[in-house]
């Protein structure tokens, strides 16, 4: 099977298999979604496939749940707005 069958054979597949398909290609490969280095904010810069603080610390900075949650919020309304 050539490169050119397998992805006519993609293709053809309904948009939800190809979303998982992409997921699981994703996961096997251990790729980290390209984000926008706008949001990434002013003190997050992306150092190969890590996200890196460069901000100063304070106690309030330590404490990422909030902004954490924010980011899955994020992350799923993406998710969730790609299968319409």
Known sequence: ???REILEAIRTLPRPDRLRL???LNR???VVP???PG???PDLQQRGRLLVYTGPIS???IDHRVD???RVDTLIERHDASRL
């Open 1 to 3: 099977m050539t490169v």
């Open 22 to 24: 992409i997921e699981q």
């Open 28 to 30: 096997d490969l251990g």
């Open 34 to 36: 390209n984000e926008d």
């Open 39 to 41: 949001q990434l904010g």
């Open 59 to 61: 106690a309030s900075t």
């Open 68 to 70: 954490r949650e924010s």
